[in-house]
């Protein structure tokens, strides 16, 4: 649910990291702190899963200049993956604007991220969203694991078993280094933007 | 749930009467904020300290949890939580539909006159906002 200021010309959208357990959303978020001066970048909110909590998410501000006169600020959310977090997960989901969902190549993780996958469909569903409608960008990470001898899955699997339904876009990446960390944010705050924009301001 | 347009006018009527009911009795901080964790409004001291976009993510997802426990043991929601503090307290409303109303205040300002003057504004926040 994006949140459009007139008087203060702002335009605030929520972006989703989703994926299973330990692909690396949280460390998507912490790269991108890290590059972003301290003008474009909120406090990045981490709370992790270590205690006894009942909500864990990361949180992270971005102010990502203007588009129409519009300040675009962003609000980067992470969910737990764990299977165990279902309630969490659907919380942080409400009122999402847009979708970036992690895939993680080790084989053993094959079932884990279309279970996610599903997972996040069902979530959405019961806040009365279709995935298929939505802007998602799919985020192929850890590729430096397929230069290593654990048994990994290639771009053309992942796509097989999590983007044949949605024809998202799709983006290698390393996100404890960099690659495709950028790409995929950019990607995914563009079409997040422009799904809000033509929803009410360009076509009144 | 909807996406949700404010227009100049309508957070300035919004802060005029929060100012006028909470800021007035010695209320810290205000804040509407929406189920998203998005702000709507913010009223009173802009504390330096205070990480205003951290606690509106806090609070709506805290919110969300709660609600899920009300349902837990048969209530439809809890409409206000409270949690009192050293020296500050804070006070969070729904205003019915998605918003919550958080407040924010020292000891100096009485728990029952705070939750009177909430329950006084919840209507008129609504129907600015959402009517
Ligand atoms: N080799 C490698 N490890 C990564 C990459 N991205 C994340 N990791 C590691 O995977 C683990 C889990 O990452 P985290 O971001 O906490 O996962 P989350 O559960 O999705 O938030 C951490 O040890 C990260 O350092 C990557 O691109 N390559
Ligand atoms: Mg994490």
Redesign the interface.
Known sequence: ????????KEV?C?IVYYGAGRCGKTTNLLYIYNAMSDNDR??M?T?DTKGDR??F?D?L?LNLGKISGFDIRI?L?TVPGQVMYE??RK??L???DGLVFVADPLKVRQERNIESLEDLRRNLAD??LNLKEMPLVLQYNKRDLCETPVPTLSVEELEQDLNQEYQAPGFEAIATKGPGVFETLKEISKRTVNY?AQ??LFNK | MPDMILTAKSVEDVKSIINEKLISENVQTVMVIDGAGNILAHCGQDADGLDAISLAALTAANFGATSQIAKLIGENDFSLLYHKGEKANIHFARLGGEMILVSIFGDDVSLGLVRVRVEELADDINQIFEG
Request: proline content about 3%; glycine content about 12%.
């Open positions: 649910m994006a949140l459009i200021d007139l008087g203060k605030h929520k909120g406090k909110l709370i009942t909500l998410f949180l501000p609000q959310y309630a969490t919380l942080v409400k009122g999402v806040h009365g809000v929803k009410h």
